[in-house]
């Protein structure tokens, strides 16, 4: 059975940072992407980075230079670094493991909150 377990979440004020992780169980995930998606509430899911089995990376414009996503292939998981933290950030943050052909897999979301 696939699984993807996020966790690192919570609440964090403005300013703050908070470090996501996502193991993957079931699978292997050396040669896909993986990549970290949120939604807020009444908006719909947005990328937030994403990561190839090279290690290239992509992010949304919006989050450049605040938010920096990593892997560690031989531990099934993959990171996402949340620096500077913005209310506006708060969302359900999702991991997602593309398997191209084969479909996609997601985490069941971990909440992160940036409140005073």
């Known amino acids: 059975q696939v699984q993807l377990v996020e966790s690192g979440g919570g609440l964090v004020q403005p300013g703050g940072s908070l470090r996501l992780s996502c193991a993957a169980s079931?699978?292997?995930?050396?040669?896909?992407?993986m990549g970290w998606y949120r939604q807020a509430p009444g908006k719909q899911r947005e990328l937030v980075a994403a990561i190839t089995s090279r290690g290239s990376t992509n992010y949304a414009d919006s989050l450049k230079g605040r938010f920096t996503i990593s892997r560690d292939n031989a531990k099934k998981t993959v990171y996402l670094q949340m620096n500077s933290l913005k209310p506006e950030d708060t969302a359900v943050y999702y991991c997602?493991?593309?398997?191209?052909?084969?479909?996609?897999?997601w985490g069941q979301g971990t909440q992160v909150t940036v409140s005073s």
């Open positions: 079931g699978i292997g995930v050396s040669r896909n992407t």
């Open positions: 997602n493991l593309d398997y191209g052909f084969f479909g996609e897999y």
